[in-house]
T-cell receptor, first 115, second 114 residues
Framework: DTGVSQDPRHKITKRGQNVTFRCDPI?????LYWYRQTLGQGPEFLTY????????KSRLLSDRFSAERPKGSFSTLEIQRTEQGDSAMYLC?????????????FGPGTRLTVT | AQSVSQHNHHVILSEAASLELGCNYS??????LFWYVQYPGQHLQLLLK??????LVKGIKGFEAEFIKSKFSFNLRKPSVQWSDTAEYFC????????????FGKGTKLSVIP
């Protein structure tokens, strides 16, 4: 498999701007996850999709954040009106729905810097 | 609230030393636990996992972990570290049955000195 890919790898934006990140999961994986990681912390769960359905959302996902997976393949995470506190690494992961379905495979992440 | 805690922020070892990284969890009920590793400049990779059965689980690259229910612990071990094991190690757990929301510890940075 080609692994989970994320784009862009780095994003620098000014406070108040909107940003959108893309995640392409491993092709046969139906589940897709978004996490956020800040310096000195482990990843924190944001949201999870099974196919195109968004099944879990963390309270960390404020109304400025929205995630979609319209065709059950790639996913986008949009942050509106960015704030400096949004600066973090945004990680995407995917997993299968059978067999090793609890194993989440992570992408390289998108590092967001809000100035 | 369910949580995962790692005892050590930064561990420095010489090559060939033995390694044990602590991890404690606070879940009740079904427990699914993982160790992930992040090598410098690379993405998170799964080292090993525990779902049920034998409490001693073996992973890649000579790592193993022991699930001790009475101590709520899932410590990672390796008998002899190499310089290439320099990385950050994260313990993680699943929130509960039917959930796929991983909860991570803060991570332990391991530096191995040649």
């Amino acid at each position: 498999d080609t692994g989970v890919s994320q784009d862009p790898r780095h994003k620098i934006t000014k406070r108040g701007q909107n940003v959108t990140f893309r995640c392409d999961p491993i092709s046969e994986h139906n589940r897709l996850y978004w996490y956020r990681q800040t310096l000195g912390q482990g990843p924190e769960f944001l949201t999870y999709f099974q196919n195109e359905a968004q099944l879990e959302k963390s309270r960390l996902l404020s109304d400025r954040f929205s995630a979609e997976r319209p065709k059950g393949s790639f996913s986008t995470l949009e942050i509106q009106r960015t704030e400096q506190g949004d600066s973090a690494m945004y990680l995407c992961a995917s997993s299968a729905t059978s067999g090793r379905f609890y194993e989440q495979y992570f992408g390289p992440g998108t590092r967001l810097t809000v100035t | 609230a369910q949580s995962v805690s790692q005892h050590n922020h930064h561990v420095i070892l010489s090559e060939a030393a033995s390694l044990e990284l602590g991890c404690n969890y606070s879940y009740g009920g079904t427990v699914n636990l993982f160790w992930y590793v992040q090598y410098p400049g690379q993405h998170l990779q799964l080292l090993l996992k525990y779902f049920s059965g034998d409490p001693l689980v073996k992973g890649i690259k000579g790592f193993e972990a022991e699930f001790i229910k009475s101590k709520f612990s899932f410590n990672l071990r390796k008998p002899s570290v190499q310089w290439s094991d320099t990385a950050e190690y994260f313990c993680a757990g699943l929130k509960g049955a039917g959930s796929y929301q991983l909860t991570f510890g803060k991570g332990t940075k391991l530096s191995v000195i040649p």
